[in-house]
């Protein structure tokens, strides 16, 4: 197996560290090989592109769950994957949004202080306490 990969030289390659792939291991995103008798375990060099996808899904907002699934469900199964692709686009949209409402809540706050001329009293602050 020349072309296996010790834990290290497996986390330098997908660019994670060996706490990442242990975890993974745990939660069942990638197998744990055999531990020889002597020596170490040794990883096929498809799991880097396993590692990769399970960091780029994160990127893109996927959960360990949802990472699972698409894992599990594997190439062939377009529709699937583009379905749970669609749900995790509109919970970004509704996310946005949400950001979106609360920057226009906070510049509305920062131009009611700019107009507070007498600095008596901060519209920020009471607005928190509830008293606007």
Avoid: W
């Avoid at 498809?46 to 907002?61: C, N, P, V, W, Y």
């Avoid at 749970?84 to 906070?106: F, G, K, N, W």
């Avoid at 008596?120 to 008293?131: D, F, N, Q």
């Amino acid at each position: 197996m020349s072309d296996s990969l010790t834990i290290g030289r497996l986390a330098r390659a997908a660019g994670v560290n060996v706490e990442t792939i242990r975890y993974y291991q745990r939660v069942g995103l990638i197998e744990e090989p055999p531990r020889p008798a002597a020596g170490y375990r040794r990883y096929s060099p498809s799991t880097i592109d396993r590692i990769r996808f399970i960091k780029r899904a994160q990127e893109l907002g996927f959960s360990l769950r949802e990472i699972r699934e698409l894992l599990d469900l594997g190439e062939g199964h377009c529709a699937d994957v583009k379905a749970r692709a669609q749900a995790r686009r509109e919970h970004v949209a509704r996310q946005i949004a949400d950001l979106q409402a609360l920057q226009t809540t906070l510049d509305t706050l920062i131009q009611a202080c700019e107009q507070d001329e007498d600095g008596a009293r901060c519209p920020i602050v009471e607005s928190l306490l509830g008293k606007d």
